[in-house]
């Protein structure tokens, strides 16, 4: 399984912004990173990927480091509808499974 | 984003039966689709990677007799819980990896066995 690592929960006031870390350590070169997120009785939804540099969408950032061993996603403001589930996962290559891990449980508060 | 349906969206069955459940990607065509469960607040786990065109890959720990995946056309895939009991009860999820590699996924189907 490709593992990565992520805290269990955070917490954010609304319309703050959010960071929520992964680290994935046994990453390879050519490994993308995605982020998706869950909301209660829903399939995942795909928040944002990248390789290398960082990246910018509607939804959010994705900060990567250089050595890509971690990555950040950055919600820039949030709202009550973010309060979900995120999962951080990178794409083992070969057999181009998805291997979710724990995820973080991020609750907004108004 | 690329379209994932499933259906049923639930379904509640009696011990012993069969159930189906029908992944399709609407907009694009999906040559690898793969299909997760998910216990109450706990993460997906991969049950399965569905080829077009050739027999399922199963993880480690699931019985392929008892989850049959089919994956007929390049839009759609199916898992039959055979014989299900209330141990198969769980939120069944598929998903489908488009041209640019990025995986979508469906809204997932809550199979409830009584």
């Known amino acids: 399984d490709a593992k990565t690592t992520q805290p269990n929960s955070m917490e954010s006031n609304e319309e703050e912004p959010v960071h929520l870390p992964c680290n994935h350590s046994?990453?390879?070169?050519?490994?993308?990173i995605h982020w998706y997120r869950q909301l209660p009785s829903q399939g995942p939804e795909y928040v944002i990927h990248g390789l290398t540099s960082n990246v910018n969408n509607r939804m959010a950032s994705l900060a990567i480091a250089e050595d890509r061993k971690s990555s950040t996603l950055i919600l820039h403001r949030a709202t009550l509808r973010d309060a979900a589930v995120y999962y951080c996962i990178y794409d083992r290559g070969t057999g181009n499974q998805f291997y979710f891990g724990t995820g973080t449980s991020l609750t907004v508060i108004p | 984003g690329a379209v994932v349906s499933q259906h049923p969206s639930w379904v509640i069955c009696k011990s012993g039966t069969s159930v189906k459940i029908e992944c399709r990607s609407l907009d694009f065509q999906a040559t690898t689709m793969f299909w997760y469960r998910q216990f109450p607040k706990q993460s997906l786990m991969l049950m399965a990677t569905?080829?077009?065109?050739?027999?399922?890959?199963?993880e480690q720990g699931v019985e392929k007799d008892k989850f049959l995946i089919n994956h007929a056309s390049l839009t759609l895939s199916t898992l039959t819980v055979t014989s299900a009991h209330p141990e198969d009860s769980s939120f069944y999820i598929c998903?489908?990896?488009?041209?640019?590699?990025?995986?979508?996924f469906g809204p997932g189907t809550r199979l409830t066995v009584l």
């Open positions: 569905s080829n077009e065109g050739s027999k399922a890959t199963y």
């Open positions: 998903s489908a990896r488009e041209r640019e590699g990025l995986l979508f």
């Open positions: 046994t990453i390879s070169g050519t490994d993308y």
